[in-house]
C-alpha cells in the first residue's frame, strides 16, 4: 500500500511562508495528479492546488491564487506547496493526495491516495 508522507507545517505568522513536502513511500510510484487539500476545524475538506505529471498544467483555488505554488520533482517522487503571504484563514491541516488518472480535478472523492496531514497554523 502506498503512503504519503507530508511534512513542512507549523507555526508562522501572518505574512510569513511555509513549504510543505509530500514525499511517496514507493520509488515506482508515479501517479498522474498529485494535489493540496485542507481542512479547518469544523469544515469540510477543500481543495487547494493540484497539478500534472509533468508540471505543465496547475490550477489553484483562488483563495489562493498568486500566493501559493504547486510543484513536483518525479525523481523524487514528491509534491511541494510553497506557501507565501499566510493569513489566519489559511490555519488548517494539509492533505497531500494522488491519482492514477490525469485532468483537473477538485473534487476530493476522484483522488485514490492520502497523507495523513500536516499542521498549519497562521497566527495573527
Known amino acids: 500500500q502506498v503512503q504519503l508522507v507530508e511534512s513542512g507545517g507549523g507555526l508562522v505568522q501572518t505574512g510569513g511562508s511555509l513549504r510543505l513536502s509530500c514525499a511517496a513511500s514507493e520509488r515506482t510510484f508515479s501517479p498522474d495528479t498529485m494535489a493540496w487539500f485542507r481542512q479547518a476545524p469544523g469544515k469540510e475538506r477543500e481543495f487547494v492546488a493540484t497539478i500534472s505529471r509533468t508540471g505543465a498544467t496547475t490550477y489553484y483555488t483562488d483563495s489562493v491564487k498568486g500566493r501559493f505554488t504547486i510543484s513536483r520533482d518525479n525523481a523524487k517522487n514528491t509534491v511541494y506547496l510553497q506557501m507565501n503571504s499566510l493569513k489566519p484563514e489559511d490555519t488548517a491541516i494539509y492533505y497531500c493526495?494522488?491519482?492514477?488518472?490525469?485532468?483537473?480535478?477538485?473534487?476530493?472523492?476522484?483522488?485514490?491516495?492520502w497523507g495523513q496531514g500536516t499542521q498549519v497554523t497562521v497566527s495573527s
Open positions: 493526495a494522488a491519482r492514477p488518472g490525469g485532468g483537473t480535478t477538485t473534487s476530493r472523492y476522484q483522488y485514490t491516495y
